[in-house]
Nanobody, 131 residues
Framework: VQLVESGGGLVQHGGSLRLSCATS????????IGWFRQAPGKEREWVSC?????????????TKDDFGKDRWTVFRDSAKNTAYLQMNRLKSDDTAIYYC????????????????????WGQGTQVTVSS
């Protein structure tokens, strides 16, 4: 089983990045995919969870404005076994290591913010936003 994040990097304030989470070794369509991040000096926090079958994603409360104003979008491509986190209008506060993880329940739930619900994790990809 593998989850491999990519797409991170150094970007200027206001720029965009699309993070990818390429998966293998399990049936992608049976798993919900969660996104987490860990900013410098902080604990890792949940960002979003996207279920299988086009169910509306669940997003962390702190991201309300981010997803609500389409600054961030999560989606998945079953043909590629890959999930994505599209981030636009990036800010310095977005600087963090971003992780994806897989939950075999398939559907995001109220406890999808808990790291323990995810059995598989990627290694993370660094996003650095310069001001």
């Amino acid at each position: 089983v593998q989850l491999v994040e990519s797409g991170g990097g150094l970007v200027q304030h206001g720029g965009s990045l699309r993070l990818s989470c390429a998966t293998s070794g399990f049936r992608f369509d049976d798993y919900a995919i969660g996104w987490f991040r860990q900013a410098p000096g902080k604990e890792r926090e949940w960002v979003s969870c996207i279920s299988t079958r086009n169910v509306k994603p669940l997003n962390a409360p702190f991201t309300k404005d981010d997803f609500g104003k389409d600054r961030w979008t999560v989606f998945r491509d079953s043909a590629k076994n890959t999930a994505y986190l599209q981030m636009n209008r990036l800010k310095s506060d977005d600087t963090a290591i971003y992780y994806c993880a897989a939950d075999d329940r398939g559907v995001c739930r109220a406890d999808s913010w808990k790291e323990s619900q995810y059995g598989y994790w990627g290694q993370g990809t660094q996003v650095t936003v310069s001001s």
